[in-house]
């Protein structure tokens, strides 16, 4: 089941017919972004794939089986939306339900994957592939 965030997201993109309103919207969207501070965005925090620069932060405020709270920042207008979509799929889950999301059939039904160039579409699976990384035992 999505996220309140990401229902939203979907409807969006449902009610947009023209690729350019999409993208539009993604822009818009990565305005909202709250980003990282400075100080955290460190090369520790980089994802590594991203043509853009990402810096992700995750943390587990309610011990290491409690929600997962996600943070992130990007240098670049569409990729900050990106990292919304990113943000909407995962933050607030647990690492179990993180690692059960359908993330590819997201992508697939926002039509992502097929409209991004290959180096944004890479950059994509880098994000999620830390989040599942940072987030699943072992």
């Keep these: 089941m999505p996220?309140?965030?990401?229902?939203?997201?979907?409807?969006?993109f449902d009610a947009l017919d023209e690729w350019m309103d999409?993208?539009?919207?993604?822009?818009?969207?990565?305005r909202q972004l709250d980003g990282l501070p400075e100080a955290e965005r460190t090369d520790a925090r980089r994802v590594l794939g991203c043509t853009s620069?990402?810096?992700?932060?995750?943390?587990?405020?309610?011990g290491?089986?409690?929600?997962?709270?996600?943070?992130?920042?990007?240098?670049?207008?569409?990729?900050?939306?990106?990292?919304?979509?990113?943000l909407a799929l995962f933050d607030g889950l647990t690492g179990p339900e993180i690692g059960r999301t359908d993330w590819q059939g997201t992508f697939k039904?926002?039509?992502?994957?097929?409209?991004?160039?290959?180096?944004?579409?890479?950059?994509?699976?880098?994000?999620?592939?830390?989040?599942?990384?940072?987030?699943q035992p072992g």
């Design 53 to 62: 620069q990402v810096w992700l932060k995750t943390s587990f405020p309610e």
């Design 109 to 135: 039904t926002l039509g992502l994957e097929a409209h991004l160039s290959p180096s944004r579409a890479n950059g994509l699976r880098s994000m999620v592939e830390r989040v599942l990384v940072e987030t």
């Design 3 to 12: 996220t309140p965030a990401l229902s939203d997201i979907l409807d969006a």
């Design 64 to 86: 290491p089986s409690g929600p997962v709270r996600l943070q992130a920042d990007s240098d670049a207008a569409i990729v900050k939306g990106l990292v919304q979509v990113v």
């Design 22 to 30: 999409r993208y539009q919207y993604l822009i818009d969207l990565g």
